[in-house]
């Protein structure tokens, strides 16, 4: 199978260099040298545009930081719609809100072409090792032809449905549930903090005991330290899941009253010019208003 990719930050990078370890060709979208460069020494191949990309390629991954990226990608005058072959699979793995999704439905059913939405769970280092939790959904067939690169991509596949849809549901839900554990430790930390206990040591009552998973041990890790230029997944990008978050919500008529925190705390962070820092940096905004900073 020949693959293309969009998208070589730090999780598409870590998605790409799977993806060549692992015996498949792999052509990538000339953008930004900086990150392609060290992709076309592990043997990727560079296509100078969208139309060059999808000449010989029948899955195309994209993994873009926001919808009017992706809109762009594959909606636009030169876009992924008008250029890949009948039949041959969009696979989305960025976090994206339901309307752009519902776009990309419509134009690739109308070229006869597949989507599958496949948002990914995981820091980038999760990427890079193939750990990462993925969430496909779209036409079984689509999802069953790609499945030898999910297994190289993922530890493991979640399959919410035919839908598309179910897997942008699932995916903000999960990065809702995750913004809400940081605001909380960042809360518990605040409060040990200012009975003179070290929050490392807090931590680790945390990941030893009621809370031994991989977002307590790595953000907690993070909010401990005060590590913030550790970068998983940025305060901006953060930010943009707080808001996908709070207007799936609101279209469904559900309230997330502890989404609004840490949007909040978010916007108080990015508006400091945090907004490069890891999203972790939120927990930063409770430690400043508890007279921590």
Known sequence: MKVGLIGTGRMGGGMARRILGNGFDLKILRRDSRQTDPLVALGAHVA??????????????????????????ALGTSGLAKWLAPGAIHMASGTHSASTIEKLMAAHHSQRQNLVCCPVLGRPDRAAEGKLGLLPAGPPAAIERIMPVLRVLGETIFRPGENPLSAVAVKIANNFVLGCAIEAMGEGMSLVRKYGVDPILFHEVLTKGLFNCIAYQSYG????????????????????????AIAAAEKVGVTLPSGIVWHDHLVKACDRGEGALDWAVMAREQFRSSGLE
């Open 48 to 73: 100078k545009d969208i139309a060059e990309l999808c000449e010989d390629c029948n899955l195309i991954i994209t993994m873009l930081p926001s919808d009017r990226i992706l809109e762009e990608v």
């Open 221 to 244: 890790d993070v909010i401990a330290k005060e590590d913030w230029g550790r970068v998983g997944a940025t305060a901006s990008i953060g930010l943009k899941d707080a808001k996908l």
